[in-house]
């Protein structure tokens, strides 16, 4: 694996020599002081990957390039977003850059309930809980069909935990599901929030996965001219929410992505923590069926707190329902198998994703989910899965 680590920019509390130290060798990044449907420049681009190599490390892979909600629900506006987001593409891969990793949920990126979930160690991580969500549909937002995405388990214990909570414990749940990720959408209030939903009205799954697919048909032949591959994001949670439909939340899903852009710049960002977010995936199993189609891979692992109402939450990385070990092995069998088909770069940049939010972590302000030493932790347990696997593999 090429040990990679996230970034946002020069005003990420986590530098630059923060992730070098923790044993990165290269920075998945992305222009975060973009917004979304700009163009990015080369000038800018060069810029950005200057302070990277500054650092001794390279940027291989763009996370994220945005893709404007009108390309999402294929309005004649989108033109004009696809000719801005093609030229950005011409534009990173003359910097070098291989892999442009995006997402096509709409309105939001990820979704959790808390964002510093106690764990028995007292590190805190994030938490996705099916009866929080149901609460915010119905009480917060007051959404129909909650029938059509969630179980009657989920919505008797929404509206028994509305009711417990106070003020403040109904606002942290409300800020908690709002956040969005630099890159996407600012922050949102409930009413501006379900604005954006409408905006979703009359398209389903296959009108979605059809816009999809049109813009794949678009930016495919690009990213073969140019040398890169575009890696999409699985849903995360893996599941319906707000109403909005989901296009990637299972391999068969995936599958269906694949067989309608065959292209081989169509791949797949893995994504262990939210495959494993829906019980009846089995992440190696997903990792092993498209490994020829993964240039680029988040691992982080999860925990079901509650089956019946879907609740999960993030774990240690070697402590949870993902199997590490198993899935460092299905990556480097399938790198051993790129080095031997001669590629040039058989090597597939790994990120530890989500890490536990430590002691000293909780003093400083940095992005839900992305605080420095649970991931530098867990970057140190991948590295030595895979020095044990191939020493192993040495002996035998």
């Known amino acids: 694996m090429i040990p990679s680590f996230r970034w946002?920019?020069?005003?990420?509390?986590?530098?630059?020599?923060?992730?070098?130290?923790?044993?990165?060798?290269?920075?998945?990044?992305?222009?975060?002081?973009?917004?979304?449907?700009?163009?990015?420049?080369?000038?800018?681009?060069?810029?950005?990957?200057?302070?990277?190599?500054?650092?001794?490390?390279?940027?291989?892979?763009?996370?994220?390039?945005?893709?404007?909600?009108?390309?999402?629900?294929?309005?004649?506006?989108?033109?004009?977003?696809?000719?801005?987001?093609?030229?950005?593409?011409?534009?990173?891969?003359?910097?070098?850059?291989?892999?442009?990793?995006?997402?096509?949920?709409?309105?939001?990126?990820?979704?959790?309930?808390?964002?510093?979930?106690p764990l028995s160690d007292t590190s805190t991580v994030l938490l996705c809980d099916g009866a929080g969500l149901a609460a915010f549909e119905r009480h917060v937002l007051d959404l129909g069909d909650l029938e059509t995405r969630y179980s009657a388990d989920e919505l008797l214990a929404g509206d028994q935990l509305w009711e417990t909570l106070d003020d403040a414990?109904?606002?942290?749940?409300?800020?908690?599901?709002?956040?969005?990720?630099?890159?996407?959408?600012?922050?949102?209030?409930?009413?501006?929030?379900?604005?954006?939903?409408?905006?979703?009205?009359?398209?389903?799954?296959?009108?979605?996965?059809?816009?999809?697919?049109?813009?794949?048909?678009?930016?495919t032949p690009i990213a073969e001219e140019i040398g890169i591959t575009m890696a999409i994001h699985p849903d995360d949670p893996p599941r319906p929410l707000f109403g909005l439909p989901r296009v990637l939340s299972t391999g068969d899903d995936f599958q269906k992505i694949v067989d309608a852009v065959p292209s081989k710049a169509n791949g797949l960002t893995f994504c262990s923590g939210s495959f494993g977010g829906r019980l009846e995936n089995n992440p190696v199993e997903i990792f092993e069926r498209f490994a020829e189609r993964i240039p680029f891979a988040h691992f982080r692992n999860v925990q079901f707190l509650n089956e019946d109402t879907n609740t999960f939450c993030e774990s240690p990385h070697l402590d949870g329902r993902v199997d590490m070990i198993a899935l460092v092995e299905a990556l480097r069998n399938e790198e051993q198998r790129r080095e031997e088909e001669g590629h040039s770069c058989p090597l597939i940049p790994v990120r530890p994703d989500h890490g536990r939010e430590l002691i000293d972590d909780s003093t400083k302000q940095s992005y839900a989910g992305y605080s420095y030493q649970g991931r530098a932790i867990a970057l140190a347990e991948l590295l030595a899965i895979e020095k044990t696997l191939n020493r192993t593999s040495l002996k035998g």
């Open 8 to 117: 946002f920019g020069p005003t990420d509390v986590v530098t630059l020599q923060h992730i070098r130290q923790a044993g990165a060798r290269s920075v998945v990044t992305a222009l975060h002081d973009h917004s979304c449907g700009s163009l990015w420049s080369r000038e800018a681009i060069a810029n950005h990957r200057q302070l990277v190599e500054n650092a001794d490390m390279k940027w291989h892979v763009v996370e994220s390039l945005p893709i404007h909600e009108s390309i999402k629900q294929g309005k004649p506006e989108s033109e004009r977003y696809l000719e801005i987001y093609a030229e950005s593409m011409r534009n990173l891969a003359a910097e070098g850059i291989d892999v442009i990793c995006y997402n096509f949920m709409p309105v939001t990126d990820w979704t959790r309930t808390e964002l510093a979930h």
């Open 169 to 219: 414990a109904k606002d942290r749940l409300t800020s908690a599901i709002l956040l969005g990720l630099p890159g996407t959408v600012d922050n949102l209030s409930p009413t501006e929030f379900k604005s954006m939903l409408a905006d979703y009205d009359g398209i389903d799954a296959a009108t979605l996965r059809s816009n999809l697919v049109r813009f794949l048909e678009y930016v």
